[in-house]
C-alpha cells in the first residue's frame, strides 16, 4: 500500500514518519512518500497531474498540505461532511475510481478537544486566525458547541468565515472581532504565530481569567512562547502536538482502513518531535 504527502515545503513533516511506524506496528506493507511541489519533479507538474500520477500508480491516498488545500478541491469527485462544508481538504483517498476529500483537521481538533477534556459545551472561545486550519478549528468548536468569537488581521477573511460556518449550521453562535478575554471560558491561537519563522504571540494570557484554557495548533516548537506563558500562569493547555496526532491517527484510517493505536502514534511523534529537536540543536 502506498499514500504520499503533497505539498511545498514539507521535507521536515513528521507526517511519513508517523504513518510508516504504524503501519509497520500493524503489519502493513505501507509506504509513504513526500511529494514537494517546492522541488522537481513535482513542482513542474499541475496539481491535477500529480493526483493521476498517484492514482495511476495505486497510492492509496494522499494527504494534502500547504499551499494546496483549497485548490485541491476542483480535482475531487466528492467532499465529505466538514470538507464539503468548509471547502479545503488535507486528505484524498482513492476508492472505486473516485476521489474522495476529507479534512481530519476538523476530525483531529475535534478529538483533542475531547481527550484533553477542554470545556467546550455553552462556552465562550476566542479564536485567533480564520486561515486553512482556523477554519476547521472553528467549526469543531461550533460543532462542539462553544460560541466563538473569531479575529483575524483580514476581517474579511474572518467575516467570510463566520458566514461560511453559519450557512451550513443554522444555529451556530459565532461572530467576528475582538472580545475582551477576561471574559472568555477558552483561547485558541489558529495563526502561524509561534512557529521559528513566525515569532510572537496571537494574544497575551495575563489577559485571560485564571479560568480559561488556551489551545495552539502550532507544533513545531511543541511549546510556543503562548503555551509556555499559560503554562506558566496555570491555565490548562493544549499544545500543537494534539490536533497533529488525531489528524493523522484519522488519515491514517481513511487512507489504509485500518485502525490505529492512537495512543502507540503519539508515543511515535513524540520520538520524532524529540529527534527533530536534537538535529536542530545538533545544526546550530
Do not use: C
Not at 131 to 156: P, Q
Not at 164 to 169: G, H, L, P
Not at 195 to 200: K, N, Q, V
Request: charge should be negative.
Amino acid at each position: 500500500m502506498k499514500a504520499a504527502l503533497v505539498g511545498s515545503g514539507i521535507g521536515q513533516s513528521l507526517t511519513p514518519g508517523m504513518h510508516e511506524a504504524e503501519g509497520r506496528e500493524i503489519g502493513l506493507d505501507y509506504t509513504y512518500a513526500s511529494f514537494d511541489t517546492g522541488h522537481a519533479p513535482w513542482k513542474d507538474m499541475a496539481l491535477s497531474e500529480i493526483l493521476d500520477y498517484a492514482e495511476s500508480e495505486g497510492f492509496a491516498g494522499l494527504n494534502i498540505t500547504h499551499p494546496h488545500k483549497m485548490s485541491v478541491v476542483a480535482h475531487l469527485d466528492q467532499l465529505s461532511g466538514a470538507a464539503d462544508t468548509l471547502g479545503t481538504v488535507n486528505t484524498v483517498v482513492f476508492r472505486g475510481g473516485k476521489r474522495i476529500g476529507h479534512t481530519t483537521d476538523y476530525t483531529g481538533f475535534a478529538a483533542a478537544l475531547r481527550a484533553h477534556k477542554l470545556f467546550t459545551d455553552d462556552a465562550h472561545v476566542a479564536q485567533f486566525g480564520a486561515g486553512g486550519a482556523g477554519s476547521a478549528t472553528a467549526l469543531a468548536l461550533v460543532d462542539a458547541g462553544a460560541r466563538v468569537s473569531l479575529f483575524d488581521r483580514d476581517e474579511a477573511r474572518a467575516v467570510s468565515l463566520a458566514k461560511q460556518i453559519k450557512r451550513a449550521r443554522q444555529d451556530a453562535k459565532i461572530d467576528v472581532g475582538l472580545v475582551d478575554l477576561s471574559q472568555v471560558d477558552g483561547a485558541v491561537n489558529a495563526t502561524p504565530l509561534g512557529m521559528d519563522a513566525y515569532p510572537g504571540m496571537a494574544f497575551d494570557p495575563a489577559d485571560l481569567n485564571p479560568r480559561a484554557w488556551v489551545a495552539d495548533i502550532v507544533y513545531f516548537p511543541l511549546e510556543t512562547p503562548l503555551t509556555l506563558a499559560a503554562r506558566a500562569r496555570g491555565h490548562q493547555v493544549m499544545n500543537g502536538g494534539a490536533m497533529a496526532l488525531y489528524q493523522a491517527v484519522a488519515a491514517f484510517e481513511l487512507i489504509t482502513g485500518a485502525k490505529p493505536d492512537a495512543e502507540r502514534m503519539g508515543a511515535s511523534f513524540d520520538r520524532l518531535i524529540a529527534q527533530r529537536h536534537l538535529d536542530t540543536t545538533h545544526v546550530s
